[in-house]
């Protein structure tokens, strides 16, 4: 029923900014909650922010506070991930992930899943 999709994935050099974006369809809710979560090969999902629709309240990761945004966006539906001064080690395939009650930055409870977009940030 739900389906996410990211867009804006690419490669940037350090120091860089990059916007990406999810954008869900199905949900039948104006209340849901929408996160990223970036993976690099071998290793476990990290929570990169979160953010609740309906109250329009975001977490962040320490990792990356004061560098990354979370909010919506002016596309229908559409959550951005604006991400500034960005470094070699945010290099990562980042997902998007979405569910109707838990909004964390912990993975194993969100219900939707989006397949990820690559950021690559080197010289």
């Known amino acids: 029923q739900v389906?996410?999709?990211?867009?804006?994935?690419?490669?940037?050099?350090?120091?860089?900014g990059l916007r990406i974006s999810?954008?869900?369809s199905?949900?039948?809710s104006s209340d849901y909650c929408m996160a990223?979560?970036?993976?690099?090969p071998g290793g476990q999902r990290e929570g990169v922010a979160a953010f609740r629709t309906g109250t329009s309240s975001s977490l962040y990761a320490d990792?990356?506070?004061?560098?990354?945004?979370?909010?919506?966006?002016?596309a229908e539906n559409t959550i951005g991930l604006w991400?500034?001064?960005?470094?070699?080690?945010?290099?990562a395939m980042y997902y998007c992930a979405a569910d109707v009650s838990f909004c964390?930055?912990?993975?194993?409870?969100?219900?939707?899943?989006?397949?990820g977009a690559q950021v690559t940030v080197s010289s």
């Open 3 to 16: 389906q996410l999709t990211e867009l804006g994935g690419g490669s940037v050099q350090p120091g860089g």
């Open 22 to 24: 999810c954008t869900a």
């Open 26 to 28: 199905g949900f039948t």
């Open 36 to 40: 990223w979560f970036r993976q690099i």
């Open 63 to 74: 990792s990356v506070k004061g560098r990354f945004t979370i909010s919506r966006d002016s």
């Open 83 to 91: 991400m500034n001064g960005l470094k070699p080690e945010d290099t």
């Open 104 to 115: 964390a930055l912990d993975d194993t409870y969100y219900t939707y899943w989006g397949h």
